[in-house]
């Protein structure tokens, strides 16, 4: 079911303050005790822009202030996802043209991420469809996140030339053994099922019953806890299905444990079977740059103290990837010529040397949390 027909006039207990779908790339509105953001780019699947992120922040800051609501819901418009996370092109072209558009981007998009992550109401948000990139930022922080029989969620960076941000490399690394490792290095999207099992999502119900969750998130009490807001969600809880990464937990594990890529690889090729034949061939087909920064990027995140500690160290690293060839091939391959076929450089794995990852473990300037 299109998500933007839940809010439509046929659920007269939910009263729309104006027909506003189609006319702001964020629509906030207040449903009973909630108040409700709904991302409205469906045809560019939701993905962030700074302006979006601004409207969040924004709103975000008012529900807070507000005594009469109890909690945020967020959610996407359409029926494809939540959000596919940042637009990709207007970095692209700022990193081109040097306008300094992407940074300032990043900056407010990971002060959101921080945000949530510390918000003091109950957040839930529907992680239905495709849930990547900056889409998890604005979801796996959050204290109530729901998952659905066709949530897809990845962090598919590595195969842009670029790495896992938004505070992945706070998540990644403290998610269930190495499933964080194996997410941030392959790109692969995963399901409901194996969202639960690594610890970025809480529920799983049906798509078909946002209405219904909505309304009864809607009609808590202004003071209600978040164990309330708790119990709203679990009585529509359904069956996640089969994970894969559970099933597979333990070559994983055995596998992703090493400190560099290299040492990966080749413990994949020491397994047996499909699984890890396919991971280890998706592995190669990323940019080598990025897989060795991605996991210099997890292990320092899992040694961090911090949230914010995370954030900081990306936004160093986002300011380098300007400079590195293979973000602007990764994108053009990807989402300008499409042509699925990037040429990587270097295109080795052995020929990324330790110095060359160094340099995107910069400081910025100014720093993000002065």
């Not at 962030?48 to 967020?74: C, H, Q």
């Not at 290299?262 to 034949?277: P, T, V």
């Not at 300011?319 to 989402?335: C, K, S, T, W, Y």
């Amino acid at each position: 079911m299109p998500v933007y027909a839940l809010f439509g006039r046929r659920h007269s207990g939910w009263n729309m303050q104006d027909d506003a779908t189609g006319m702001s790339e964020v629509i906030v509105e207040r449903r009973g005790a909630a108040g409700v953001i709904r991302l409205n780019r469906p045809r560019a699947l939701n993905s962030l822009t700074t302006a979006m992120v601004r409207e969040m922040a924004g709103a975000l800051e008012r529900f807070a202030a507000d005594p009469g609501i109890a909690s945020v819901v967020v959610l996407g418009e359409g029926d494809r996802g939540l959000c596919a996370g940042g637009d990709i092109r207007v970095l692209h072209e700022s990193g081109r043209a040097g306008t300094g558009e992407a940074e300032t981007f990043w900056r407010e998009e990971f002060h959101l991420d921080h945000a949530i992550s510390g918000y003091p109401k109950p957040y839930v948000v529907f992680m239905d469809g495709i849930t990547m990139g900056g889409g998890v930022g604005i979801s796996a922080h959050g204290s109530h996140r729901i998952v659905t029989e066709r949530t897809r969620l990845a962090m598919p960076e590595t195969g842009i030339g670029y790495f896992p941000d938004i505070g992945a490399t706070w998540l990644l690394p403290r998610a269930r053994g190495e499933t964080g490792t194996w997410m941030g290095l392959t790109g692969l999207d995963i399901n409901a099922a194996d969202a639960l099992h690594a610890g970025l999502a809480d529920y799983c119900v049906s798509a078909s019953t946002f209405p219904e969750i909505l309304k009864a998130i809607g009609e808590l009490p202004a003071t209600a806890s978040p164990r309330q807001v708790n119990a709203a969600i679990t009585a529509f809880a359904a069956v996640p299905g089969e994970s894969a990464l559970a099933a597979h937990a333990e070559l994983i594990d055995r596998a992703f444990r090493f400190d560099s890529v290299e040492e990966i690889l080749a413990a994949l090729a020491r397994e047996k079977g499909d699984f890890a034949a396919r991971t280890r061939a998706t592995i190669e087909s990323r940019s080598p740059t990025s897989l060795k920064l991605t996991l210099r990027l997890l292990r320092a995140g899992r040694e961090s103290r911090s949230l914010a500690e995370c954030l900081e160290r990306e936004l160093g690293a986002c300011m380098q990837i300007l400079h590195n060839p293979d973000f602007f091939e990764g994108v053009r391959a990807a989402v300008i010529d499409k042509d699925r076929n990037p040429k990587w450089v270097p295109a080795r794995i052995e020929d990324v040397s330790d110095a060359m990852i160094e340099r995107f473990f910069r400081k910025p300037e100014p720093p993000l949390f002065p």
